[in-house]
């Protein structure tokens, strides 16, 4: 064995050289990879007694791509380019070895080889889409030539990792070899090629399959037309149409040529360098400061939840998803078994479209046990209770818990809003008490609010963060105030969005100016999604809301036909007249004058106020970071990933406007826009949040 350099490794298996890469966590490819690779390939194809040559790696997996990392600075170490160059014309075949992940770079690499291998885990992606980039190494003249230009379209703009078996039937993978055998089989494929005299194949020369979707663009047309409303508002899904439009109606090295332009347009753009802030953001919320990666955690092998409502069957999903066995415990009969069939429906729908069959539909539902009986709950490492936001019904149940619970489990409550101190101290472990906070859908939304109380241990907060991955949630960490951080800044938003109606901004302007920012839907379309009635009591109502007589009008949302806006029968949305006027009388009965409000000054309303108690929240400390804020807002809120999250926003526009902007507002409509100390003092001291560490 003959190290090459820190990362690479050279040896030989009788007539087969062996080059193995090492460079945790991911092998990405750093300019230390680079070089490795670049003087490993030169020396193995130097090596007379070599007859071909296998490339793999150590840890846990194959090449994950470039090194993030190291992008917007300076290029250091040899050019990837030309070690793909000298992977492709090597004289001696070159075998890539795949396990883990062979993902963007990774890839390109294993497609300058003339075989790849791979083990039955493992998976193939170009996923660069998802950091606002494109394959910048080949990938997208490459790809089409083996996998085809639908399948290579699919692939570079979801960034999908492709299972192994799928990616042998479309011809990315040569064969497949038996897990744990990577290198041994590797090394007897090469043997084979070597004995059969393969040829030395190389991607870039299959022309068959691009050469098939030439004069037909209708192919673009109609994926770009298929795919409109998920690619909106981002800039890399078109961009890697365009590639593969190139490896379509352009030679090989003009593709390539193509590919590098477009490539350098995206990396230096706004939304990739957002898209690549938010990929480290994510993973920077499982650093906490006081809970070392080390701190113990407690196996997590049997689940309770309290309540089978709108969440705690979402929330029970997740646990029977990851193999967790799951007893959901509810007050009454018929709640019970509603809940369980609105699971079961779930499940079937997954399975209809194709997510999984109707047997793992069966196997994820035999996870699931019903009971109306909380000492079921006993043997359960982690229970969590989803019932209503009453904090006298919470204690209830907690105390019931204290009682029945084993020692050491964890009592976790889904409460969106209430005081988990409070509900701690109905039990005599406060220390075993945590918030799981889930977003609706439960089972599909990836946030995961983990709230820490004032008496909880750190060996639950390191449970419940690992939990979060092993269900394949974010799990961020939050300190307790009401709403915590997504619902507390979502406050900011509601009420300003609700004083702008009545003064004379409509319902649908407002929706509109978030639309187009970003957001999925507004918050009046929201509210019709979700139903107006949330909180609202029929007895108690005296139509001195808008929402009042909404729901008094039996207009409660997209349910009833009917809410802010009127939807017809397949819910699509209309500006209601019924709506408009109401909100007109309401502004009359108030002498308010109505005034055009600017789409500026809706946007601006709608953010600043939110940036601003994320200030407040990081001055309190109930968020670690304000990335963590960013990642909170992006994966539960539906904040546009490539801006980035508010307080990246925020630093992008200029902290010194938003404070600025929350001034003058203040001036006009009062203290709702008092400046957070903390904004105040980032500006004077011109630093940005990102500065916050
Ligand atoms: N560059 C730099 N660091 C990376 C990285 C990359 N490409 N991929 C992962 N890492 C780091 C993470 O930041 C994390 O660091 P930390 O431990 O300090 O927080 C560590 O590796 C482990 O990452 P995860 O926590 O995500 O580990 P998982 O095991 O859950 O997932 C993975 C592994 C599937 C490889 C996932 O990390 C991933 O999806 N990585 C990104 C893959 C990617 O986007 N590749 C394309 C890069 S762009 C490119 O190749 C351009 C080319 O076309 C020219
Ligand atoms: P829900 O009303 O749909 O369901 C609550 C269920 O709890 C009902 O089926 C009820 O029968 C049951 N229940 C009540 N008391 C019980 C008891 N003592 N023991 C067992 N079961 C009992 O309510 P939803 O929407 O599921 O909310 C539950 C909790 O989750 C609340 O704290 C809420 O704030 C929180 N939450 C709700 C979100 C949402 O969008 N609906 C989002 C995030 C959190």
Known sequence: MTAINPVADLSRDGDIAVLTLNSPPVNALSANVRDGLAEGFKQAIADKDAKAIVLICEGRTFIAGADISEFGGAMKGASLHDVQAAMENSPKPVVAAIHGTALGGGLEVALCAHYRVAVPSAKCGLPEVNIGLLPGAGGTQRLPRIAGVEKALEMVTS??????????????????????SLRDGAIAFARKIVAEKRPLVKVRENNA???????KPEIFQNFRKANARKFRGFMAPEYNIRCIEAAVNQPFEEGLATERKLFGEVMTGPQSAA??????????????????????????????????????????MNFANAGIPVTIVEVKKDALERGLSVVRKNYENSAKRGRFTMEDVEKRMGLLKGSLNLEDLADCDLIIEAVFERMDIKKDVFAKLDKIAKQGAILASNTSYLNIDEIASATKRPESVIGLHFFSPANVMRLLEIVRGEKTTKTVIATAMQLAKKIGKVGVLVGVCPGFVGNRMLAQRSREAQKMILEGAMPWDVDRVLYDFGFPMGPF???????????????NSRGETLRDVLCEMDRRGQKTGAGYYDYDENRKATPSPITEKIIKDFMAKAGTNPRTISDEEILERSIFPMINEGAKILEEGKAIRASDIDTVW???????????GPMYYADQIGLDKVLTKMKAYQAQMGDAFKPAALLEKLVAEKKKFADLR
């Open 634 to 644: 992006i994966n539960g809120y539906g904040w546009p990933v490539y801006r980035g």
């Open 209 to 215: 399959k691009v050469e098939a979707a030439r004069g």
């Open 275 to 316: 898209q690549r802030y938010a990929f480290f953001a994510e993973r920077q919320c499982n650093k906490i400061p006081d809970v070392p990666a080390e701190t113990p955690t407690i196996p997590v092998k049997k689940v309770g939840v309290i309540g089978a409502g709108t969440m705690g069957g979402g929330i029970s």
């Open 525 to 539: 379309a929201m509210g019709d999604l979700a139903g107006l009635d949330i909180g609202w009591v029929k007895e």
């Open 159 to 180: 960034g999908q990792h492709v299972p192994a078996k799928e990616c042998l039937a479309m011809g990315l993978i040569d064969e497949i070899v038996p897990e744990g």
